[in-house]
Nanobody
């Protein structure tokens, strides 16, 4: 099981980015997927979490109204669409899953599998 996050970059405040989490070893929806972010020197924080089979989506307060999630089952990819980006959104973004089917674990602290991060920088 592997995850690979990509799509980060430099964007101006108010702009948009779409991050990708490419999945290998299981099909989209089989496990819950979480998106987290981390600023150097600070704790990693949850951004958004999708339950198995995309039944439910949970948003951090910072993501509500601005971020959304989708998937491309043919490509086995989960996307994080980020709109209205702010400088405070600058961070390394990670996707995570848990092979133990622990949705709570994925959503709160992340699971046992993490992709490498992708850096998002929002300029003011």
């Amino acid at each position: 099981v592997q995850l690979q996050a990509s799509g980060g970059g430099l964007v101006q405040s108010g702009g948009s980015l779409r991050l990708s989490c490419a999945i290998s070893g299981f099909t989209v929806g089989y496990y819950a997927i979480g998106w987290f972010r981390q600023v150097p020197g600070k704790e990693r924080e949850a951004v958004l979490c999708i339950s198995r089979h995309f039944e439910d989506t949970y948003y951090a307060d910072s993501a509500k109204g601005r971020f959304s999630v989708s998937s491309d089952n043919a490509k086995n990819v989960v996307y994080l669409q980020m709109n209205g980006l702010k400088p405070d959104d600058t961070a390394v973004y990670y996707c995570t899953t848990d092979r133990g089917f622990s949705e709570a674990r994925v959503c709160r602290n992340g699971g046992d599998i993490w992709g490498q991060g992708t850096l998002v920088t929002v300029s003011s």
